[in-house]
């Protein structure tokens, strides 16, 4: 935990332990156990990894906003074959997640499972594995988790993820070995291809976008290209630089261009970004730029878009928009139009959220939609807080940072993985739907407040346990 939560709002030092973990303390909380245990099952990718040149291949055709009645049913079926068991992810941050429509899955890659104990410095973990999440109604002896090993791209965290054309995509990120010193950042592109379950390395015929991490990517199908924008071009934890650049991946052509702006964009990091089918728009919310990493941080909560089509820029207003944050996860439904938004970390009392928003393109305005926990009372001291910091709502997910929400178009519910939490990360897994609400599909194994995992709160002793 950090002072950010309170008035005096020492950013600073939350940024520099790890850039989000709102929680100083060790985690070593019981948590209900989440899931049967089983021998984790294992798919090898045993093979080299190929360079693709994208100048010569065609890549196949996109069905990710496929709506026909055989994916409604897809929901509700349990699939015929699974591969899944019960054991998961441990608790991770900063990775990607990814919904593949086509198999109802959710694909994670990469993150970070270092936790800061006891206000001290972790190691930062750069995560190789890929997990495989299964969505849909599965058979009784299956479980949902599939983990992939093999030949992949290096590990990492902070980087961006899209689906298009059969294909989780990646680009940039950073890793570090050890508690201190530079980190290695990125600008390669990755694709996983969801049906043969194998990475390849996207080779570009020009030069591509300078390295970054805690920027965006989507795919747009209008013009088969991936969009990126802004993110972190620093290795330095002391000195970031964030960008206001935005870039264009041709996928037929394999080139990256840089779309050049008239207007005056502010630099940003951790935002948000999503392609609006509808209108042809890339859309960027909140955020932050280096003033984050001082005790003056104010963070964003402007949304704005690019539309493709004519190459202008335009920005919504922002009465009764959330509060600025960054870290946030967005999304686009297809199924009422509009954009939403879960949790992330604020520059208010709380620092990490769960709250979840969504915005009308059409009617230019934002609607709170569930309930979120709310402010209680300040800490006792430095990485002291009390267990009733937060007046806690049951039954929703802990507040976060860091994780990953992405949406079912078919099906019409988001899925929520992992992020940073005041007490850790969690490696829960939670579906909303829009007319029921939060489901807990996959309980934590640690992370959470002690007021939402114990039965009992007048045992906890503090905010974790």
Not at 212 to 227: A, C, E, K, Q
Request: aromatic share 12%.
């Amino acid at each position: 935990m950090t002072d950010s939560m309170n008035k005096n709002k020492t950013v600073i030092l939350y940024l520099l332990i790890s850039l989000a973990l709102t929680n100083c303390n060790k985690d070593s909380s019981p948590s209900p156990d989440s899931s049967q245990s089983m021998n984790m099952n294992t798919v090898d990718a045993d093979m080299m990894v190929p360079t693709e040149d994208m100048n010569s291949s065609m890549m196949t055709e996109d069905t990710s906003d496929a709506g026909s009645e055989n994916m409604t049913d897809r929901c509700e079926t349990p699939i015929d074959l699974c591969d899944g068991t019960f054991e998961g992810p441990p608790p991770l941050n900063e990775h990607s997640g990814t919904y593949v429509e086509d198999h109802n899955m959710l694909v994670i890659f990469g993150g970070n499972t270092s936790v800061p104990e006891n206000c001290g410095y972790p190691a930062y973990t750069g995560e190789t594995v890929t997990w495989l999440y299964y969505d849909g109604v599965l058979p009784l002896d299956c479980g949902p988790w599939v983990r992939i090993e093999g030949a992949g791209p290096p590990g990492r965290a902070r980087h961006s993820a899209t689906y298009g054309e059969g294909s989780v995509w990646i680009f940039g990120g950073r890793v570090r070995a050890g508690t201190s010193g530079p980190y290695q950042i990125f600008n390669d592109l990755w694709r996983f291809d969801v049906e043969s379950r194998v990475w390849s390395q996207v080779t570009p015929s020009n030069q591509p976008p300078p390295s970054r991490y805690n920027s965006g990517l989507v795919y747009d199908p209008s013009t088969r290209s991936l969009w990126t924008f802004g993110g972190n071009v620093s290795g330095s934890s002391l000195n970031p630089d964030a960008a206001n650049d935005l870039w264009r991946f041709d996928i037929e052509a394999g080139t990256w261009s840089q779309i050049e702006t008239s207007i005056n964009l502010r630099d940003r990091m951790w935002h948000n970004m999503i392609f609006d089918t509808n209108r042809n728009r890339v859309v960027v919310f909140g955020g932050a730029d280096e003033t984050a990493y001082f005790d003056d941080a104010v963070y964003f909560n402007d949304l704005i878009w690019y539309d493709v089509a004519n190459g202008t820029w335009g920005r919504a207003e922002r009465e009764t928009a959330p509060d600025g944050r960054f870290w946030s996860q967005m999304i686009y439904r297809q199924a009422d139009d509009t954009y939403m938004v879960f949790g992330g970390h604020d520059d208010q009392l709380l620092g990490n959220r769960n709250d979840i928003w969504s915005f009308s393109p059409t009617k230019g305005f934002w609607t709170q939609l569930e309930s979120e926990d709310t402010y209680n009372r300040p800490a006792n001291g430095f990485c002291d807080f009390p267990s009733d910091f937060t007046n806690v709502v049951r039954d929703i997910p802990e507040r976060r940072n860091a994780h990953s929400f992405s949406w079912s178009q078919s099906c019409d519910h988001g899925v929520i993985f992992g992020g940073k939490t005041d007490c850790g990360a969690v490696n829960d897994v939670w579906r909303y739907e829009p007319d029921q609400g939060w489901i807990n599909r996959e309980l934590a194994s640690a992370g959470e407040s002690c007021r939402r995992w114990r039965s009992n709160p007048d045992n906890c002793s503090n905010l974790c346990f």
